[in-house]
T-cell receptor, first 112, second 116 residues
Framework: SQELEQSPQSLIVQEGKNLTINCTSS?????LYWYKQKYGEGLIFLMM?????EEKSHEKITAKLDEKKQQSSLHITASQPSHAGIYLC????????????FGTGTRLKVLA | GAVVSQHPSWVICKSGTSVKIECRSL??????MFWYRQFPKQSLMLMAT?????????EQGVEKDKFLINHASLTLSTLTVTSAHPEDSSFYIC????????????FGSGTRLTVV
């Protein structure tokens, strides 16, 4: 089974609307990363969360990691067409070994 | 910021030939690099972890004799797809681990391989 579950798998929103993408693990994570990708291109690093309860923001994107470090959410405020793409969460599977896993991805489309 | 250069960005080869993909860390040394492959509409799948000066560690199900990885220096890792077949056609991406919170894992731009 997939170790990192993302939801929803795909999302279509009207420009200006807010949206949230979730990333869930059954095990404690030792670093949670959010990336954006346009298909066929390299991943763009958005932000990293390490501490339980941590929250970071960059422009209109906010990411949170829950206290148990098993779930993270990515929230986009007032979405724009430029936000469209595939959002991937990634995580360090074990501490100190950089065993890295990816989520299933969320395909976002923003309608102008 | 840290930059990882991957080359070529796309390649078409005939079945049975070998293809080499390079991944260079331009600004910083990277002791560890990772190689992923991605099929259309799927998430990236880790293939192997490349460590400078030692043998690569392959994920389960990845043939080490088919996907040769060489990490001869702290700025260069190469992936060679040997005796390529059409089912090897995919998008391959490398990433470098700089071990800092600021950069996370910096990724190359990817290589689209088509085997005909």
């Amino acid at each position: 089974s997939q170790e990192l579950e993302q939801s929803p798998q795909s999302l279509i929103v009207q420009e200006g609307k807010n949206l949230t993408i979730n990333c869930t693990s059954s095990k404690t994570l030792y670093g949670l990363y959010w990336y954006k990708q346009k298909y066929g291109e390299g991943l763009i690093f958005l932000m990293m969360l390490q501490k339980g309860g941590e929250e970071k923001s960059h422009e209109k994107i906010t990411a949170k990691l829950d206290e148990k470090k098993q779930q993270s959410s990515l929230h986009i405020t007032a979405s724009q067409p430029s936000h469209a793409g595939i959002y991937l969460c990634g995580a360090d599977k074990t501490s100190g070994t950089y065993k890295y896993i990816f989520g299933t991805g969320t395909r976002l489309k923003v309608l102008a | 910021g840290a930059v990882v250069s991957q080359h070529p960005s796309w390649v078409i080869c005939k079945s049975g030939t070998s293809v080499k993909i390079e991944c260079r860390s331009l600004d910083f040394q990277a002791t560890t690099m990772f190689w992923y492959r991605q099929f259309p509409k799927q998430s990236l799948m880790l293939m192997a972890t490349s460590n400078e000066g030692s043998k690569a560690t392959y994920e389960q199900g990845v043939e080490k004799d088919k996907f040769l990885i060489n990490h001869a220096s702290l700025t260069l890792s190469t992936l060679t797809v040997t005796s390529a077949h059409p089912e090897d056609s995919s998008f391959y991406i490398c990433s470098a681990d700089y071990g800092t919170i600021n950069y996370g894992y910096t990724f190359g731009s990817g290589t689209r391989l088509t085997v005909v």
